[in-house]
């Protein structure tokens, strides 16, 4: 009997070469999704028959509706541990499993890293312009010295800051709930929500999207920031205000910005903030590696396998 699998979102093509697919013997077929499927009836619609659906978490969510809509539908599978846009409880009221995969803690912040760097060093518009046979195209900024703010003190947050210490960048921080005894663990200034935004020569964003983090940077924080200064947020999109950010960036109240998360994702083709040049876009691809690829997918592949046994592993739905 055939297991039909779906994987979904694979906008860059590397699911099938990131596990070993064929362990699952020839009754299991696998299908790849690398377009996206825009809104629940497309989702469902492309789904029927099949009995495994492999999900990349903060891609298609799963809803009760959708859920519901899967007659065929037996193990659903995200990466990671945690996915809340999978509604757990819908899914085992229908007797379906779903399970996790481990992911690696450490893409996102050298992501951050890599968005600071291109705009203090403009490799964008340098790189633009070498191979359009140019030749120095700005001048770029030092960043010694310089004052990199955290927002967010967590783990990821602390890889960031720990790079901006071994720039010999002064390095400051502030969250809710953040304590002054956890910035001098790692280094850092304690300081308040203004004088963050008010001292900051680039502002890094490493928060849990929630209803108390949801708009935390608007205009008026904008308005607090330095003309010179920068914002990276590789978190979550709606922690920003976007509208509030298209303005500053516009009108130069700050210098620019470094984005990989947006309030709609995929980022619709003539969004307004693509029509900016004072902003590094990428398309929520900070925690995207091959070798987190590698150990979601490798271990998808081991969560089917184990499921045909009968003995599924990692279930996050279990009673």
């Given at each position: 009997?055939t297991?039909?699998?779906?994987i979904?979102?694979d906008?860059q093509n590397a699911?099938?070469a990131?596990?070993?697919w064929?362990?699952?013997g020839?009754e299991a077929?696998?299908k790849v999704?690398?377009a996206y499927?825009?809104g629940?009836?497309?989702?469902a619609?492309?789904?029927?028959?099949?009995?495994?659906?492999?999900?990349m978490?903060e891609?298609?969510p799963f809803p009760?509706s959708?859920?519901?809509?899967?007659p065929?539908?037996?193990?659903l599978?995200?990466t990671?541990m945690r996915?809340l846009?999978?509604?757990?409880e819908?899914?085992?009221?229908?007797?379906i499993v779903?399970s996790?995969?481990?992911?690696?803690g450490y893409?996102?912040?050298?992501?951050?890293?890599a968005l600071?760097?291109?705009?203090f060093?403009?490799?964008?518009?340098?790189?633009t312009?070498?191979?359009n046979?140019g030749w120095?195209?700005d001048?770029?900024?030092?960043m010694?010295?310089?004052t990199?703010?955290i927002?967010?003190?967590g783990?990821?947050?602390a890889?960031?800051?720990r790079?901006?210490?071994a720039l010999?960048?002064?390095?400051?921080a502030?969250?809710e709930?953040l304590?002054k005894?956890?910035?001098a663990?790692?280094?850092?200034?304690y300081?308040?929500?203004?004088?963050l935004?008010a001292?900051?020569?680039?502002?890094?964003?490493h928060l849990?999207?929630?209803?108390?983090?949801?708009?935390?940077?608007?205009?008026?924080e904008?308005v607090l920031?330095r003309p010179t200064a920068y914002?990276?947020?590789?978190?979550?999109?709606?922690?920003?205000?976007e509208?509030?950010?298209?303005?500053?960036?516009?009108?130069?109240i700050?210098?620019?910005?470094?984005?990989d998360?947006?309030?709609?994702?995929p980022?619709?083709?003539h969004?307004p903030?693509r029509?900016?040049?004072n902003?590094?876009l990428t398309?929520?691809?900070g925690?995207v590696?091959?070798e987190l690829?590698?150990?979601a997918?490798?271990e998808?592949?081991?969560?089917?396998r184990a499921?045909?046994q009968?003995?599924p592993i990692?279930?996050?739905?279990?009673e």
């Amino acid at each position: 009997m055939t297991t039909r699998i779906a994987i979904l979102d694979d906008y860059q093509n590397a699911a099938l070469a990131a596990a070993n697919w064929d362990s699952l013997g020839p009754e299991a077929e696998v299908k790849v999704f690398n377009a996206y499927l825009k809104g629940e009836a497309a989702v469902a619609e492309a789904l029927q028959g099949f009995d495994v659906v492999i999900g990349m978490r903060e891609r298609t969510p799963f809803p009760k509706s959708l859920i519901d809509a899967l007659p065929t539908l037996k193990l659903l599978i995200t990466t990671g541990m945690r996915n809340l846009s999978f509604d757990m409880e819908a899914a085992r009221a229908k007797g379906i499993v779903v399970s996790g995969t481990a992911m690696l803690g450490y893409p996102a912040s050298e992501h951050a890293v890599a968005l600071m760097m291109a705009l203090f060093k403009k490799i964008p518009l340098e790189d633009t312009v070498m191979h359009n046979g140019g030749w120095q195209g700005d001048v770029s900024e030092g960043m010694n010295g310089k004052t990199l703010g955290i927002l967010g003190l967590g783990k990821l947050g602390a890889k960031v800051a720990r790079v901006g210490l071994a720039l010999d960048m002064n390095v400051i921080a502030w969250s809710e709930n953040l304590t002054k005894e956890r910035c001098a663990e790692i280094g850092v200034k304690y300081v308040h929500k203004d004088a963050l935004f008010a001292e900051s020569d680039v502002l890094s964003i490493h928060l849990i999207l929630s209803d108390r983090t949801r708009g935390l940077v608007g205009a008026p924080e904008f308005v607090l920031m330095r003309p010179t200064a920068y914002l990276i947020n590789t978190s979550r999109g709606p922690i920003v205000d976007e509208d509030a950010l298209i303005e500053a960036l516009a009108n130069n109240i700050i210098a620019g910005a470094g984005i990989d998360v947006y309030d709609v994702e995929p980022l619709p083709e003539h969004h307004p903030i693509r029509a900016l040049k004072n902003a590094v876009l990428t398309g929520h691809t900070g925690y995207v590696v091959k070798e987190l690829y590698a150990v979601a997918y490798g271990e998808a592949v081991e969560n089917i396998r184990a499921w045909m046994q009968g003995e599924p592993i990692r279930v996050l739905n279990a009673e």
